[in-house]
């Protein structure tokens, strides 16, 4: 099934991948702003007070909950985390193209930035 399948067929893969990632969370955050404009752009802002962000964004439940409920802010935020992701999954998409290529070493590397990146992302550490 996949005899025929080269280094610039993985690259084009890729590359829509990354396109595509970019701009469907692209469109994710505008929809979310969109939303979060209708709902809250007639109240005027309060700048004695530092609110923060809100709790009910703070976590992977209450994002998808805020999504449902049709919250912009949360949208938003859901956009902004499929950006972040839209790198994680290249690594991926390499990971398997090296698998299908039969390149070991580069597979190898590549599971180890991988692994990085998501030791990364659950810590909280950079580096």
């Not at 590549?110 to 992302?121: D, E, G, H, K």
């Amino acid at each position: 099934m996949f005899k025929n399948f080269k280094d610039k067929d993985m690259q084009a893969v890729i590359g829509w991948v990354l396109r595509a990632g970019v701009l469907i969370s692209m469109l994710t955050v505008f929809i979310g702003g969109c939303v979060y404009l209708y709902r809250h752009g007639h109240t005027t802002a309060d700048y004695h007070q530092f609110n923060g962000v809100p709790d009910f964004i703070q976590t992977g439940q209450g994002i998808i909950h805020g999504v449902f409920t049709g919250r912009g802010r949360a949208i938003i935020q859901l956009g902004i985390i499929m950006l972040i992701a839209t790198p994680v999954v290249r690594v991926l998409f390499s990971a398997i193209g090296f698998i299908l290529e039969k390149d070991h070493l580069y597979t190898v590397i590549t599971f180890i930035v991988l692994f990085v990146i998501i030791c990364s992302a659950l810590s909280g550490h950079a580096g």
